[in-house]
């Protein structure tokens, strides 16, 4: 039987930047946990929710913590992980990436200090890389990515329809100069490499577009996270990821979205995976078959 937990965050509000409001990521936090429960069969009492003013670094850190903790004394062998927020850059401070930028997620506490982000309230994806590097093989990881960490993509069309991008630039110029001409390497690369096995990750849109807050069938949503969960609702646990990734594509595509979202599960291409870490195929409507 397997032993779940869940962490779904999302940032309307930010304590020292008013003007960065975004309207969807707390509905996407009721998309996912109503999902979870609906489809997945967790209970209410597995799942933490943050929003707004608790969705802190802190707050965000400590709920990460004990669920790995968790799956590292065997209480639990599912974890998911949903985040809708802006996301950013900053400079890479690791020697051996010195010409790469980081990803970051900002959360509602994020702060500047001198001409760069405080990190001590922002999310690298180093520190969730470090986190979650320390899973057991047995531990199935899910995560959900509805953010971006670039404007580049931003089209025309996106600014005379009901959207804003999911994405906040360096917080100064020389802060955008330290990263101007480094390429991030996308989150995927940088949370599933160095021995993370077992762990599956969705991102709403590629490294070089911007994730949709969007206002959709009367009420604002992250545009992946919407369609997400209506096409996992309708899979009725038959397909694959693979499919399910094609079909959500499709729906960004016919309602006129840049974004192409992505799914990474290199190390969960075989059923035995799967079996090895009892995950029943019903539990999983979203099944390992990757994208081409």
Known sequence: ?????????????????????????????????LLLKDLLGFEDSDIIRLTDQAATKANTMRELRRMVEGALTGRYDHLVFSLSCHGTQVPDLNLDEFDRADEAFCPYDLAQSGPQ???????????????????????????????????AGLQAADLLMDRRPRYLPPPSLEAFRDIEYRRARPAHQKLLEKGLSHHILWTACKESQTAADAFLQ????G?????FCQEARASGNHLSRAKVLA????????AH???????????ITRYS?????????TLLPLSTAMPS
């Open 117 to 151: 982000w405080d990190r001590d309230h922002l999310i690298v994806d180093d520190e969730l890389h470090d986190l979650f590097v320390k899973l057991p093989a047995t531990v199935l990881l899910e995560i959900f990515l509805d953010t971006c960490h670039s404007g």
């Open 247 to 254: 079909k959500i594509r499709q729906d960004l595509t016919t």
């Open 273 to 281: 995976v799967l079996k090895a870490v009892e995950v029943p195929p």
């Open 1 to 33: 039987m397997l032993h779940r937990t869940a962490l779904c965050v999302g940032i309307n509000q930010y304590q020292h930047f008013p003007s960065a409001t975004l309207n969807g990521c707390v509905n996407d936090v009721h998309n996912m946990t």
């Open 223 to 227: 545009a992946f996270t919407f369609h």
């Open 218 to 221: 009367g009420a604002w949503h």
């Open 257 to 267: 979205f840049t974004q192409v979202p992505q799914l990474d599960c290199e190390a």
